[in-house]
Every structure is written in C-alpha cells, then in structure tokens.
C-alpha cells in the first residue's frame, strides 16, 4: 500500500494524484471524494507504521493528523 514503486514518486502519491483528479472532476465537492481520501489516509498511515512515523511524503499530511482523520472517520489507527 504504501510502497514506493521505484518510479521516484513518493510514497501514496498515486493515491493522492487518484484524489486529486476526483476532486476536479466533481469542482471540488469534497464529499464525492471520501473513498479516495480514505484510501490516501490509510496509504499515509500505512507508510507512518512502517517507518515508526518518520516517513516523508509529499502526498501525505503529518502523521497526528492522518491518526485524528482516521480516528474520526471511524477507521483503527494504532
């Protein structure tokens, strides 16, 4: 899930590029983008668990709050 391909992107980009492109797709109606997002969170999060949370990517948000959007979301992030 969060792997790098060994194509030089970071890590969940293509998750993040999957999200972006629904969200113009749908003008930015976040809504219409929650399985995306969700995917790109938990491809974040994915990442923070195998690098004891000192992986870096440009797709991915810090890793307290990819833990508070899963957590919200009704999603385990431990």
Do not use: F
């Not at 629904?22 to 668990?49: F, G, I, R």
């Not at 195998?50 to 992986?55: L, S, V």
Request: aromatic residues 6%.
């Amino acid at each position: 899930m969060a792997k790098n391909t060994g194509t030089g992107e970071p890590p969940c980009q293509a998750e993040a590029c999957t999200l972006q492109a629904c969200l113009n797709k749908n003008t930015y109606a976040p809504d219409k983008c929650d399985a995306q997002l969700l995917k790109l969170y938990k491809c974040c999060w994915e990442m923070y668990k195998q690098t004891d949370a000192r992986g870096e990517s440009t797709a991915c948000p810090m890793p307290k709050v990819v833990r508070r959007w899963l957590k919200s979301h009704g999603e385990e992030a431990n």
